[in-house]
């Protein structure tokens, strides 16, 4: 229930409750537990925008298990809020590597955001090429490749891909558009 005072001290409250959990958690070894209510913990303070705070628990979390999914999320979301780009392309390309299927694509799509803004296009190559491998009917993903290829000079690979769409594609106008970018 929310005590007089409304939502700052429920919050409080809240952060309260959960930094005790942590600590009874560390007592009796509970590691399960500890990265449950620390991952919690941070996902409060992360809302609460106190980026700090959750980076600080992030970086617990990644110290017990540097591929923690869930930790790697939040602190790559952190990176990219406080546009601090360097660090969120790092640590989305650390998720590509635990992650598979659709996680995979989500995490080199939003890769290749945080490289178009920090100015990096080339970064973006990788996670877009193994979104293509796993995901060739993800067209927006496609055409992002091949934009990259085309802007960064790339006309070998923008080439290769061409004529690989136009093998495959039974649409004439489709086909000769990309034998015409080839």
């Not at 500890?34 to 992360?46: H, Q």
């Not at 799509?109 to 990788?126: I, P, Y």
Request: net charge negative.
């Amino acid at each position: 229930a929310v005590r007089q005072g409304g939502a700052a001290t429920y919050g409080r409250d809240l952060v309260a409750l959960l930094e005790r959990n942590v600590a009874a958690a560390v007592a009796s070894g509970d590691l399960v537990q500890l990265r449950a209510v620390r991952l919690k913990l941070a996902n409060l303070w992360a809302a609460s925008e106190e980026t700090e705070r959750a980076r600080t628990m992030v970086d617990e979390l990644l110290a017990t298990d540097g591929m923690d999914r869930d930790a790697l999320h939040l602190l790559a979301w952190l990176e990219e809020r406080a546009q601090r780009y360097d660090e969120a392309i790092a640590t989305y390309r650390r998720i590509m590597s635990v992650e598979r299927g659709d996680a995979l694509v989500d995490a080199a799509t939003r890769l290749a955001d945080v490289c178009e803004r920090a100015g990096r296009l080339l970064d973006a190559r990788e996670g877009l090429e193994r979104i293509r491998q796993m995901a060739p009917q993800n067209e927006p993903a496609r055409q992002r490749l091949l934009r990259l290829y085309e802007e960064t000079g790339q006309f070998r690979e923008l080439a290769d891909v061409s004529i690989e769409l136009a093998r495959i594609t039974q649409d004439q106008e489709e086909k000769f558009q990309h034998l015409v970018r080839a």
